[in-house]
């Protein structure tokens, strides 16, 4: 990718194009790698939405979030 990282709201970012290669493969732009200190070997879940289109989430970070959900809805349950 050629240019610099653009910076827009609430920490979202503009880190270039990709292009998707003959067997449908993508290579993730360094600094979106850097960015989220994404290693070699990390598994990333996949998310899409006719509409929006593609999103590539952390898995660990996704599975911290629906854990804090989870969490949250039990205890809103216990008390009510």
């Known amino acids: 990718m050629a240019g610099k990282m653009i910076e827009g709201p609430d920490g979202r970012y503009i880190v270039g194009t990709v292009k998707i290669g003959e067997k449908g493969q993508i290579v993730i732009p360094k600094d979106a790698r850097d960015l989220l200190d994404l290693q070699p070997g990390d598994t990333l879940l996949v998310l899409v939405d006719r509409k929006q289109g593609i999103a590539l989430v952390d898995n ?13 809805q039990e205890s809103a349950q216990e008390e009510g």
């Open 60 to 72: 660990e970070r996704f599975r911290n979030f629906a854990n804090g959900v989870l969490a949250a």
